[in-house]
């Protein structure tokens, strides 16, 4: 089936800590997997990418990794700042062009 | 300058009504979404087009009609509204079906 989901509703990181955001994803064929962040009032905005044929990528700040063998996708954020507090999504694009969401985990940053 | 547009942001209307969600992409993209957000935050698509045509058609009440009159405009039209069309739509657009979504800032739409 197609399903997409975080393990996580709600994450409280300190100011300055790294943040993890963890996803899980059920549909095998799927080659090409997204990280969005979605503030209040806006539409979600890109992060970062992965394809299958990888397990790590990396971008400012963030990391994605992703274990094809229990199906695992993780965000990570360094030095978190409060500029990060936002609805953090994983999606996953299926070989039929069909992008799935995951429910969404928000991220709040204590100063 | 903005890349992936939408208007209005805010939309309040009369259960029954008939209502459209205007939608503009300049990236010179070929594909463009429509998605809905639920009160949970659960993104779920509602519909594709690539080229004007249409690509994914989910289950969606055939009270939403999209309407693409060119590749750089997807416009969503509902009929009958009902309480339960309240959301936020978002429009997206992508190089190609397979490749990255940018998303438009939303519509919150609200039936009374």
């Known amino acids: 089936g197609e399903s997409v989901g975080l393990h996580l509703p709600t994450l409280s990181v300190q100011e300055g800590d790294n943040s993890i955001i963890n996803c899980a994803y059920s549909?095998?064929?799927?080659?090409?997997f997204i990280w969005y962040k979605q503030e209040s009032g806006k539409g979600p905005q890109f992060i970062i990418d992965i394809r299958s044929n990888m397990d790590k990528r990396q971008g400012q700040r963030v990391t994605v990794l992703l274990n094809k063998t229990v199906k695992h996708l993780s965000l990570q954020i360094a030095a978190t700042q409060p500029g990060d507090s936002a609805v953090y999504f994983c999606?996953?694009?299926?070989?039929?062009?069909?992008?799935?969401f995951g429910q969404g985990t928000t991220l709040q940053v204590k100063p | 300058d903005t890349a992936v547009s939408q208007t209005p942001k805010y939309l309040v209307t009369q259960m029954g009504n008939d209502k459209s969600i205007k939608c503009e992409q300049n990236l010179g993209h070929d594909t463009m979404y429509w998605y809905k957000q639920d009160s949970k935050k659960f993104l779920k698509i509602m519909f594709s087009?690539?080229?004007?045509?249409?690509?994914i058609n989910e289950t969606v009440p055939n009270r939403f009609s999209p309407k693409s009159p060119d590749k750089a405009h997807l416009n969503l039209h509902i009929n009958s509204l009902e309480l339960g069309d309240s959301a936020v739509y978002f429009c997206?657009?992508?190089?190609?079906?397979?490749?990255?979504?940018?998303f438009g800032p939303g519509t919150r739409l609200t039936v009374l």
């Open positions: 999606a996953e694009i299926l070989n039929t062009g069909k992008l799935i």
């Open positions: 997206a657009s992508s190089q190609d079906a397979r490749r990255t979504q940018y």
């Open positions: 087009y690539n080229n004007k045509e249409l690509i």
């Open positions: 549909n095998s064929a799927s080659d090409y």
